[in-house]
Structures are given as structure tokens and as C-alpha cells.
């Protein structure tokens, strides 16, 4: 089982120009990078649970509904009575998604540590919000530090967004404290630029591979031997209708493919060959792929991906 711990938040996403000098129409969507992932791991077919503290309003209820729909788990999921916290989705002309949050007193912020993991669990994925808001910050950095402790597994995606952080520098040093405790880091080429840093320093820290995505030009992986492998993105049926919600799906991608070869431990991540990271990178661009061709964070089911080939490209 692959557990996914954070934040789960409702986005507010343009839904047409208003008329007459009207706002835009802003319509609810579930989401948050953690849920995101959570539910494409469940679409894919991969034993997932889901692990945060998730309002009592309907906001929450419709989380969890979403997550109980995609077959995750959510018996590791705490309720409290403060709202949901809100993202604003401001989409660009190239599909491209910014926000803007609403997070203050929220459900989510109030993680505390929790027990074990459910019984089985052989990866943890956490990244986003819920590792820079507190007090539930430190409560997910616990949970890092304390399964990487147990040989479990880790995936970590910043995703940073840099309008919730306020000391920057301070959450530079952070980030690099985790990196003993990742197995694979996973980071936007944007997420690289503004953390500072390289890949190949990143590696020496901690990690056993490190997955950068770069948009229309597709992903990359660079292991600790040295080598790097790439493959373009893949073609999106219809063009882009936005991106939110991709980043999340190649963490969910790459977790369901790596557990299909393996691979879900540093030593066998080591191990994996040219042709096994292509067949994993290219099945994660596909997977993005389909989630950019619809509005919000909707990613693919296991049937849409039926066939997935491994992509040939120079590494």
C-alpha cells in the first residue's frame, strides 16, 4: 500500500468570462497535491490511503467522497470543525495554473502526528502546502523522518508556492534537512530554479533519483550513478485545457510504475535500468498528458493507460 499524506483543499477554478461586467464564474473542484496524487493512485488501481485532517463542512465531505470513489482508504483521515482551506486557479492563456490561498484557520493546518501507517505500507508521498503551513508543518516532517526511519519508501514533491512561504531562506535549509530521509525527489524544473541547488547536489544528500518535469518539453530523471534519462511529454487530445493537477499525476505515475518494477526502495530504485526509467517517465507522461486535457485536477484511470509504451530518447 502507498500512503499520501496532506493537504486536501477545494480549487476555485474559472468557469467562463462573466457577462455585463460580471466576475468570472469560479466552480469548486477537489484538489490539493496530496489528495490529487491520492486519487490518481486509486484510479490507477494501486492500494492507496490517504493520511490528513479534513474538514467537517461539505467541502470535506465531498473530499472524502472523492477519495472513497477513486477505492483510497481514508480510515488514517482526522476531521475537524474549521473550514477548508480555498485555492484560487488563475489559468493562463497556455493552460499554465497560479494560485492564491485561502488557508488561515483551516482544517488542514491542524495535522498532529499520527499512529502507524496502515498495516502493508511500502511508500509515503508528501509535498505541496502541508509541508510549509504550521502547525501541521512539523507534524508531516515528523512523519517524513519517522518512516524514512522505518525503511519505508518516501517520494517528496515541494511544489513550492512561494506566496505561503515567508522566509524563503529558512525554507530553503528545510528542504535540504529532508533530503536524507527521500528516496525520490520529484520537483518542476520552476520547484529547482527557486529552491537554488542541482540535482546532482540534491543526489549526494540523500535521494536515489531525482525526476525534474519541464512542461511541454517533457521529463527527466538523474540518478546517483550519474546517468540521466529523458523522454519528450506526450501529446494532449484536444491541446490543453489546463495544467492543474499534472504535477500530482506524475507522482502517482511514477509510484504505480516503480511498484510494478520493484522498485519501491532505494536499492531497487539503483538498480533499474535505461529501459525500465523510460517505460516509468513515459507512462508518467501520458498519465499527465490526459490530466492536462481536462479542466481541474482529473487524472486517468488504469483503462485509459492500457498499453502505455516506453519511449525511446536519448539519455
Avoid at 509510484?255 to 508518467?284: C, I, K, M, Q, Y
Wanted: charge should be negative; aromatic fraction near 6%; hydrophobic fraction near 45%.
Amino acid at each position: 500500500m502507498i500512503v499520501v499524506a496532506g493537504e486536501a483543499l477545494i480549487d476555485l477554478v474559472p468557469g467562463g468570462a462573466g457577462g455585463d461586467g460580471d466576475l468570472p464564474a469560479l466552480l469548486p473542484r477537489r484538489g490539493g497535491g496530496p489528495y490529487n496524487t491520492a486519487v490518481a493512485l486509486g484510479r490507477l488501481g494501486t492500494p492507496t490511503a490517504f493520511c490528513s485532517r479534513v474538514s467537517t463542512d461539505g467541502f470535506g465531505e465531498a473530499l472524502l467522497d472523492g477519495l472513497r470513489a477513486a477505492g483510497v482508504d481514508v480510515a488514517s483521515v482526522r476531521r475537524g470543525p474549521e473550514p477548508t482551506t480555498l485555492a484560487v486557479a488563475a489559468v493562463g492563456a497556455d493552460g499554465s495554473a497560479g494560485y492564491h490561498f485561502y488557508a488561515e484557520g483551516t482544517a488542514d493546518r491542524l495535522f498532529e502526528l499520527p499512529g502507524p501507517l496502515p498495516e502493508g505500507a511500502t511508500a509515503l508521498c508528501l509535498g505541496t502546502c502541508s509541508l510549509v503551513l504550521e502547525p501541521g508543518a512539523s507534524a508531516y516532517e515528523a512523519l517524513l523522518r519517522r518512516e524514512a526511519g522505518r525503511g519505508v519508501f518516501t517520494l517528496l514533491d515541494p511544489n513550492v508556492r512561494p506566496g505561503l512561504i515567508v522566509d524563503a531562506d529558512a525554507y530553503r535549509a528545510r528542504f535540504r534537512s529532508w533530503l536524507p530521509q527521500v528516496s525520490l525527489l520529484k520537483l518542476s524544473v520552476e520547484d529547482a530554479r527557486w529552491l537554488g541547488g542541482s540535482a546532482r547536489e540534491w543526489l549526494t544528500a540523500g535521494p536515489a533519483a531525482v525526476v525534474l518535469t519541464d512542461g511541454a518539453a517533457g521529463l527527466s530523471v538523474l540518478t546517483r550513478d550519474g546517468e540521466r534519462h529523458s523522454v519528450p511529454a506526450a501529446a494532449v487530445g484536444g491541446g490543453v485545457v489546463d495544467t492543474i493537477g499534472a504535477g500530482d499525476t506524475v507522482n502517482a505515475a511514477l509510484l504505480h510504475r516503480l511498484a510494478g518494477h520493484g522498485a519501491l526502495s532505494p536499492a531497487a530504485v539503483a538498480e533499474l535500468t535505461r529501459a525500465d526509467w523510460l517505460d516509468v517517465l513515459a507512462f508518467a507522461a501520458r498519465a499527465a498528458a490526459i490530466t492536462c486535457s481536462r479542466a481541474g485536477a482529473e487524472p486517468p484511470y488504469a483503462a485509459e493507460l492500457c498499453g502505455s509504451p516506453a519511449v525511446e530518447q536519448d539519455g
